[in-house]
């Protein structure tokens, strides 16, 4: 009886639970708040279509891997703990890996370690000592998500800029027109940006998101 | 002028807090200080206030930069009509006037679009963090067409110098806090962004279209880069001297950015900087001295005509001498300690030279050298702070 009530108490989209998933989002967004995941924001944003299987692949991973933590949270010794952690992360990944490069093998190419680098993704890890060690699975799952979804949407934003100004195009598509043929835009002396497709154009369009953001939310502006 | 005077300060009630314009109080304090000398004064306390402030200084450097600019106006008319006819024999002093409005027609409107966009920008920011209008761009302003190649597109000038501001200097909290050199910062945007525009041997003369067929027009360094490829436009060093002479380099009548090639002109505006005491003479000296010390030593390395390139020709050669005067002496990014500033400009010049000639994908290094100084510029001056505290010390000790 005791146990049924908790449960009504707590259903499963309570609202500290869709907090869970909208947080991270926005205000505890991982990239631009936290500033974690950097690196592999810079290198897999020049195209939209990596960002998104990135983007998935590091949901998957995070939602996966902190159910996994979670459920065996009590039972992980603490002082092997990182160990543990980092083995179900590498197997997670290397599950993506492996998928990637039986059904999507261009992007496997294209994304090339950067999927094996995931392991090394400060977001995953962050999670699972931050809130998959000490919390019970379906929030754990919520947070997974959350997180993942906060890290893809950056990561779409910024390949969004990336390839519509380096490359002229979206997801492949010509937006501008064709550069070769100089039609559209390119007919009248338009140009794609180079440098946005090196690596640090990429820290700079970060820079300018977490700006704007902060702008908008003056609570998340640090003290000096 | 008194006439002038009266409309100005009638229009002042206005401006002021609770006046009906005072959201653009900025611009009109902008605008009034740049006519007329500005009231402040100090209230309290003894200060002493110097009659030379921000602006001032500012327009010192643009007088500096004149020479320059004349010069360049009438060398990228000579170069439009040399490419225009295919004859690189084109006698340099003929037909004066039609090259310096042919000139005037290219460069001008390259520097409204960076004054117009650049002061829009630095005035949104002004108004919308409610501070007066920094005077930097004053000077950046002028700086980014005068590194540019004359062919380059002004829509590019615009994005670049919009890039430039923001993101090198408005970010960092506007004029006094950046870290890099603004109008180089715009030029690096440009130089990687568009790099089929900044580099090569099609854009360093107006007017490309009328270009005769097969007529190359390539500058002193691409010439020199290709050394190091499988077809070298020379055969050796020898035919270069014969194309491009150390007088014609010194005085300027080659191909290169607008404002870059006349080493006399340069002269000239670092007279002007040095006497007026805007800009420091020893980050000027050391940064000659450590290029001329790296050209020396690639000569003993040898191996290729590039290498063996006698040092004089690199400092009067692409922007080594513009960029020593007008870039590396900006005040912001520079060292500030007198010591750091003969380490901060040596380094400099060496680095120039070196990414020159060794990188054969940069084929002027003066630019990169100066941005990676600017960047290093605050380690420099905090070890030789440290140093000096150190050293006194010692004496403290002994004593």
């Known amino acids: ?224 | 002028m008194k006439f002038l005077e009266k409309i100005v300060k009638n229009m002042e009630p206005k401006f002021a807090k609770g006046g009906e314009l005072e959201k653009w109080a900025p611009v009109y304090e902008s605008f009034m200080t740049l006519a007329f000398t500005p009231p402040h004064t100090t209230k309290k306390g003894a200060h002493i206030r110097d009659a030379v402030d921000l602006k001032r200084t500012m327009i010192t450097v643009v007088i500096a930069l004149i020479p320059c600019l004349l010069f360049g106006i009438y060398n990228t008319g000579h170069w439009a009509l040399v490419a225009e006819s295919g004859d690189r024999t084109l006698d340099f002093w003929q037909n004066g006037g039609e090259k310096f409005i042919r000139g005037l027609v290219v460069v001008l409107p390259m520097i409204v679009v960076s004054y117009v966009v650049g002061l829009t920008v630095e005035f949104i920011f002004a108004i919308k963090n409610g501070h007066a209008l920094h005077e930097g761009f004053l000077v950046t302003g002028l700086l980014i067409p005068l590194i540019l190649p004359a062919d380059i597109p002004l829509w590019m000038i615009a994005v670049a110098t919009v890039f430039g501001v923001v993101i090198g200097k408005e970010v960092f909290g506007g004029t006094g806090m950046n870290i890099m050199n603004v109008a180089l910062l715009t030029r690096a945007f440009l130089f990687f962004g568009y790099p089929t525009y900044m580099s090569g041997d099609k854009v360093w003369m107006a007017g490309k279209e009328n270009t005769v067929d097969g007529f190359t027009g390539s500058t002193a360094l691409g010439d020199l880069a290709s050394f190091i490829t499988d077809k070298p436009v020379f055969e050796n060093l020898a035919m270069f001297e014969g194309t491009y002479s150390l007088w014609d380099s010194f005085m300027g009548s080659i191909p290169g950015s607008i404002g870059e090639t006349s080493v006399i002109a340069i002269l000239i505006g670092s007279v002007i900087l040095v006497v007026t005491g805007v800009g420091s003479l020893r980050i000027m000296g050391s940064f000659l001295v450590g290029g001329y010390v790296m050209a020396i030593l690639l000569n003993l390395i040898g191996g290729n005509p590039y290498l063996e390139l006698p040092p004089e020709f690199h400092l009067v050669l692409g922007g080594f001498a513009f960029g020593a005067v007008f870039m590396a002496t900006d005040p912001v990014t520079a060292a500030q300690t007198e010591t750091g500033k003969l380490i901060y400009g040596f380094f400099g010049g060496l680095l120039a030279i070196m990414i020159r000639v060794l990188n054969p994908a940069y084929p002027e290094g003066v630019m990169l050298a100066i941005l990676f100084m600017n960047v290093m510029a605050p380690i420099i001056d905090h070890y030789v702070i440290q140093a000096n505290i150190k050293r006194r010390l010692k004496r403290l000790k002994t004593a």
């Not at chain 1, 009504?8 to 974690?36: A, H, M, Y």
């Not at chain 1, 902190?66 to 197997?91: D, E, K, T």
């Not at chain 1, 993704?121 to 931050?130: K, T």
Request: net charge neutral; aromatic share 6%; glycine share 8%.
């Open chain 1, 1 to 224: 009886m005791s146990e049924d009530k908790k449960t009504k108490s707590e259903p499963l989209f309570s609202k500290k639970n869709r907090k869970l998933i909208t947080d991270p989002l926005t205000d505890n967004n991982p990239v631009t708040v936290q500033v974690l995941g950097i690196c592999s924001a810079l290198a897999i944003t020049v195209q939209v279509e990596q960002a998104l299987v990135m983007g998935a692949a590091v949901i998957f991973v995070l939602v996966l891997g902190n159910l996994i933590i979670s459920l065996l949270r009590n039972l992980i010794p603490s002082r092997i703990r990182i160990i543990v952690q980092l083995v179900v992360v590498a197997s997670l990944v290397i599950i993506v890996n492996e998928i990637l490069k039986a059904f999507m093998p261009d992007v496997s190419e294209k994304l090339s370690v950067f999927v094996g680098l995931i392991i090394t993704n400060c977001i995953i890890m962050g999670r699972f000592e931050a809130f998959a060690m000490g919390n019970k699975p379906w929030p754990s799952v919520l947070d997974g998500l959350g997180n993942g979804l906060g890290y893809t949407i950056l990561l779409i934003l910024v390949a969004i800029a990336r390839e519509l100004f380096g490359s002229g195009s979206i997801l492949g598509a010509q937006v501008f027109g064709d550069s070769l043929n100089e039609t559209g835009l390119y007919a009248l002396g338009y140009e794609n940006n180079n440098l946005m497709i090196l690596p640090p154009m990429a820290l700079i369009i970060v820079g300018i998101i977490i700006w704007i953001q902060r702008l908008k939310n003056k609570a998340l502006i640090e003290d000096h």
